[in-house]
């Protein structure tokens, strides 16, 4: 089977899940039966599976450690992943491993506890990346965002926290950052991304963010 014949046919298969496993880190997949759903899984004559969808939902992930190489002994092409659920799991970060993942185009990790909104520019290499979720993480409530200064946390909000912090305010940069940021996704937080979106974040972007000065190399003296 090409590579073509096989990205047409094992886009349409079912997910290799491992969600709701109570998951610590990333080498336990190797010991893990992966959940049954109502089709059954292909592999290869290696044993690996066909799938370009990785589950890893709800589960207690801290870090995604070894994450290449696991992967590699699960998949058989593990290079034409595309779709990755790390969603409510208790990442702090995005991992640039996942950057790695050049066919990626769903990417899902809200629900975790990623603290700072910088962490979206590492997606910006991928260029097939479409749809993305990061609500639910501590970023969502982030103010004052500028690269280059220091970032403000709204306090007293966690993970299930209902009260005594401040509430989410259209104001805040975040949808905005993420857009001006990742400008080819068309689906974010579940939401599609409209014109109107699209040039509220152009908008906002020009005014927040001062572009890059090219540094200039001085003749050594």
């Known amino acids: 089977m090409s590579k073509r014949d096989y990205t047409n046919t094992s886009v349409q298969e079912p997910p290799l899940d491992y969600s709701f496993r109570s998951i610590h880190v990333i080498q336990d997949l190797i010991s893990e039966e992966p959940r049954v759903g109502l089709r059954p899984l292909k592999h290869s004559k290696s044993g690996k599976s066909l799938t370009q969808s990785l589950w890893l939902n709800n589960n207690v992930l801290n870090d995604l450690k070894d994450f290449n190489q696991v992967v590699s002994q699960l998949l058989e092409h593990p290079e034409n992943l595309a779709w990755i659920d790390l969603s409510f799991n208790d990442l702090t970060s995005i991992d640039p491993i996942l950057t790695t993942f050049f066919n990626l185009s769903v990417l899902y990790l809200h629900g975790n506890s990623i603290q700072s909104l910088g962490e979206v520019n590492k997606l910006a290499v991928l260029p097939r990346l479409r749809s993305l979720t990061l609500h639910g993480n501590p970023i969502e409530e982030e103010k004052g965002y500028s690269e280059g200064k220091e970032k403000q946390q709204v306090k007293g909000k966690g993970k299930g926290d209902s009260g005594g912090g401040q509430a989410p305010s259209p104001s805040l940069p975040y949808r905005q950052y993420v857009l001006c940021t990742l400008p080819r996704i068309t689906t974010f937080d579940f939401s599609g991304v409209t014109k109107?979106?699209?040039?509220?974040?152009?908008?906002?972007?020009?005014?927040?963010?001062?572009?890059?000065?090219?540094?200039?190399?001085?003749?050594?003296?």
């Open 196 to 221: 109107a979106d699209r040039t509220t974040a152009e908008v906002w972007k020009r005014m927040n963010i001062k572009p890059k000065k090219p540094r200039i190399k001085q003749d050594a003296l």
